[in-house]
Structure formats: structure tokens, C-alpha cells
């Protein structure tokens, strides 16, 4: 954990999806679903940091990708992000697992998971909104559009999810797929997160039975 | 060397006028690797209380456009646990440790400050008061707290002048001024700026009326400013030394609650906003 600065180098759009490039010098890796806590002095910039996501590494420098609703978009070239993390913890993919299904809206948080499942040689299927827009991926992805089905709970061994109610899915999840696997069902839970270090104590999430913080011991969870 | 504590038995000396406010850096060093410990002129921890609580349900992180309202029912493993739990860390964290108290009952406050009077690494312990208290319950958890460590009473910044005296009277070595102000999201509940389902809402008591939170921002410095003054001014035939707290923003927000006639200050959200500056003020109010 430690706090830095990136210049903002490039800002590039892709199929409605906004792509931060930052200039290199600095290491910044970060599992998928862990997040940085971000600053820009920027008009958007809420009075709190905003998670920000890393798609990537790549040799000039680390690569964030943010919605269009993201008070990110607004950055421009030769803005500056203060970043403190890699905060919380990531997505898993087990060792043997081969299928994987992504449920989301919005791929601001799973892109990285979905871009490293393929250089795991999984296959990977989105599972869309019917009236969610297309977003930009690998022509590897296979995308379908509606809600959770016996069939895709059956091949998928492992459900990524970035949905609003993740307990429901998990529920239904387990109502199609009888005896799991370990880590079936992996979801991002983001509620308001201050500190980003289990500080303040405003993070909360019940899970379960459990009551985790969601920056330190999310924002992924299995459920 | 500022001495929070000249009339107790061991004193409270600090190395600088600056540290943060109680609720902002966790119980010991969660903030490891961002925030430089050694620089600061105390660590005050997350309020305790004499039995563990757990979280609000939900717990709620309202961010506003001006600041932040936070709901966490002061989650808290309860004092035993806590000095079991994080005494060795408070010992090694560098500058001296003060155990923020919630101010439940007379009783409660009594037996926690037995148990804290035994932590190796509690230097103090300040005790923070519901912002509705009376006069007569100010002084009555006063007096149970005393017999420990040293007692900073953090008063209410709306209160502060009212209660300083009796806060004196009933045996407090210090006054922490500008307690977070509990207040209603203003107007109807929006969900977060960042627009995700389910986010930022706040909790309905079941009453029909909206939770109330702390509210952080710099909007609430001019009212700490006016307390730490209010208090200062009540104070000046039997002076305490005075811990100015409140929307420390800036430098120079931090070097007017000193002028003010504050011996330290403490810092809050700015924490949040940006952990280097904690550092950085306390490396600039060294030079005063």
C-alpha cells in the first residue's frame, strides 16, 4: 500500500468504454477487482478518492479503464492522478477451473479479470442486461444477454459478478448448480469506502452471516 | 515539547502540535506505509467502548458534494479485546497512544479506564461526549474516568463553551474541541455520486426519520474556529490546554486554530482526501 502520483498520458475511447493511459516510471499492479483510491484535481473530482480499476500494465505505463459515468471521464492528457492502494482483494480463478461467466452491467470492474481469463486460455461468456449497451471485448468473449440459466450455471466454473444485488444471483446460483465448486460464485461488492484501509469503519457488508469490511477484505467476495 | 496533562502525576508531553481525530486512522497502524507515525504528536485511536459493538446496519458513507456523512455505530472489539488485540502495536507505533472512550455510562467509562490504566502502551485517553449531554452527566463521567491515564474530554463544537467548565470543574487535563457534528443528509437522499444501485442511501430508522451521521468537510472549520475561541475565552481564569479539532483542510486552517489559543490540533477527513497531509502539517507546525 503506498500513495503516488501518475501523469495522465492518453485518454482513448473504445465501443463507449473510456481508457486512462498513464505515463510509466512507476510499478502499479493490482489483482483484478482490487482498486486504487484515486485523486485528480479535476472539476468532477467528488470531496472522497474514487475506486479506480486497473486494466493493465503495459510497457509505457498503467492503463485504467472507467465507465462514461465515471467523474474520470473527464480527465484529459497532462492531468494528474494521486493514487493510493492496491487496496482490498481480488478475483481468484481456481486452478483448474476453465469456464468462466461474467454477470454485470458494466465491465469497469471485471475487464481485467475477463482479459486475464483468456490469457488463461479459459472461455469466457458475459452475461448482459437485456437493455445494457454492448461493451467493447475480446471477439473470444462470448456474450448473451439475459438472466442466469441452469445451463450457463451448470458449464460456468466460476461466476464473476458485478451485479446490484449479488446475494440474490448467489441464491439462484446455487439453486441451478447442485454441490458448487469452492469460490463459485465471486462478486464485487463497492459500497461507499472512505480510507480504503479499514479504518473508518464505513464499509461494512453482510455477508452471510458475517459482517466484512468491503476495502480490506472485499471488495471481491465469495459468496 | 506541548503538555497536554501539567497537572497529572505523568503527564501528556507531545513532540508536535498535530494529530488525527479520533475515527479517522483506525485502532493502530492501519494506515502502515502512507502515514509517517513518527512525525505526528499523538495517535488517537477509533472510539472504544466497555463492550464490543458491532457495525451500524448498514453502516452508511453518504458522500456530499462539500463532504462526507458517516453512520458506523462505532464498531469496536470493546476495551479487554482492544488492549489484548492491539497493545503491542500501540507500544511500537512511536508517538504516545490515546484510547478514545465513548462516554457510555459512568459506570462502563470507570471500568474501561481500569483496564486501559493497565495497557503499556496507552499514554491517555480521551473522552468523547454524546452531543446531547448534560451538564451533570459531563461531570459525573468525568469523575469516573479520572484515577488513569490522563482525560482529554472531547466536547461538542455547538457545546464546547457550555460544558468546558464543568468539564474543568470535574477533574478533565485537557479539552478536545470540534467533535464531529451529527446531522441529517441535507434535503432528500440521493444516491451516491457514484451512481451505483443501493449505494449511499441512507438508513431509515424505522421511524420514518433519516439517520443521522458525522459530517466531515472543511465547511465545518469557521464553527471549530469560533468554539477553540468561545472556549479559550471561558477558560481564562483556569486555563486547560486545548486540542483544536474540525475541517483542518489546509496549513493554515491548522496555524489559526493554534493561534486561536490552542495547544495542538487534530485533523479529520483530510485524512481520507489525502493521507500525505497529515505528515506534511505536522512537519510545517514543527517550525512554529
Known amino acids: ?223 | 515539547m506541548i503538555e497536554l496533562a501539567p497537572h497529572h502525576k505523568r503527564g501528556l508531553s507531545l513532540a508536535n502540535p498535530v494529530m488525527n481525530a479520533s475515527g479517522l486512522l483506525g485502532f493502530a497502524d492501519e494506515y502502515r506505509g502512507l502515514i509517517d507515525f513518527s512525525r505526528l504528536g499523538a495517535f488517537v485511536t477509533n472510539a472504544l467502548t466497555a463492550r464490543p459493538r458491532t457495525p451500524a446496519h448498514p453502516p452508511n458513507a453518504i458522500p456530499l458534494p462539500n463532504g462526507v456523512l458517516i453512520h458506523t455505530g462505532l464498531p469496536n472489539p470493546g476495551v479487554r479485546a482492544a488492549i489484548r488485540q492491539y497493545d503491542r502495536e500501540w507500544q511500537r507505533l512511536g508517538p504516545p497512544v490515546i484510547v478514545h472512550l465513548a462516554a457510555t455510562t459512568p459506570e462502563d467509562v470507570r471500568r474501561s479506564v481500569e483496564h486501559l490504566d493497565l495497557a503499556e502502551g496507552v499514554s491517555g485517553v480521551e473522552l468523547g461526549l454524546r452531543d446531547d449531554v448534560s451538564v451533570e452527566e459531563t461531570e459525573h463521567v468525568i469523575r469516573a474516568a479520572l484515577g488513569g491515564p490522563p482525560v482529554i474530554v472531547r466536547l461538542p463544537t455547538l457545546r464546547a463553551a457550555e460544558l468546558c467548565e464543568a468539564a474543568a470543574r470535574a477533574g478533565a487535563d485537557a479539552l478536545t474541541v470540534g467533535a464531529p457534528m451529527r446531522t441529517s443528509p441535507p434535503g432528500p437522499l440521493s444516491r451516491s455520486q457514484s451512481a451505483r444501485p443501493g449505494e449511499g442511501e441512507s438508513k431509515d430508522d424505522g421511524d420514518g426519520q433519516k439517520s443521522k451521521g458525522r459530517f466531515y468537510g472543511p465547511e465545518v472549520f469557521p464553527m471549530a474556529l469560533e468554539a477553540v475561541r468561545a472556549v479559550v475565552g471561558a477558560m481564562q481564569a483556569s486555563p486547560l490546554p486545548i486540542i483544536g479539532a474540525g475541517g483542518i483542510f489546509s496549513e493554515e486552517n491548522a496555524r489559526a486554530i493554534l493561534s486561536a489559543g490552542a495547544a495542538a490540533v487534530q485533523v479529520d477527513a483530510a485524512v481520507w482526501v489525502d493521507p500525505a497531509f497529515l505528515s506534511r502539517v505536522a512537519e510545517a507546525m514543527a517550525t512554529l
Open chain 1, 1 to 223: 500500500m503506498r500513495q503516488f502520483t501518475l501523469g495522465v498520458a492518453e485518454i482513448a475511447t473504445s465501443g463507449g468504454q473510456i481508457y486512462v493511459r498513464c505515463g510509466g516510471g512507476l510499478e502499479v499492479t493490482a489483482a483484478p477487482g482490487q482498486f486504487y483510491l484515486a485523486r485528480a484535481d479535476i472539476a468532477t473530482q467528488p470531496f472522497l478518492r474514487v475506486p479506480l480499476y486497473l486494466f493493465h500494465t503495459q510497457s509505457g505505463g498503467p492503463e485504467f479503464f472507467v465507465d462514461p459515468a465515471h467523474p474520470y471521464a473527464a480527465l484529459e492528457p497532462g492531468d494528474t492522478l494521486d493514487l493510493v492502494g492496491p487496496c482490498g482483494r481480488g478475483f481468484s480463478l481456481p486452478p483448474r477451473a476453465a469456464h468462466l461467466l461474467l454477470v454485470a452491467g458494466t465491465l469497469e470492474r471485471l475487464h481485467s479479470l475477463a482479459h486475464l481469463a483468456l490469457e488463461r486460455h479459459f472461455a469466457v461468456t458475459l452475461l448482459l442486461p437485456p437493455d445494457a449497451p454492448l461493451p467493447s471485448l475480446p471477439l473470444d468473449v462470448e456474450i448473451q444477454r439475459g438472466t442466469l440459466t441452469a445451463h450457463l450455471a451448470a458449464w460456468a466454473d466460476l461466476i464473476a459478478a458485478d451485479v446490484p444485488d449479488p446475494l440474490t444471483l448467489a441464491q439462484q446460483a446455487r439453486l441451478l448448480r447442485l454441490s458448487p465448486p469452492p469460490g463459485f460464485v465471486q462478486a464485487v461488492i463497492t459500497p461507499i469506502m472512505p480510507c480504503g484501509v479499514g479504518a473508518c469503519q464505513a464499509c461494512w457488508v453482510e455477508i452471510g452471516h458475517h459482517r466484512k469490511r468491503a476495502c480490506v477484505e472485499g471488495p471481491v467476495f465469495h459468496l
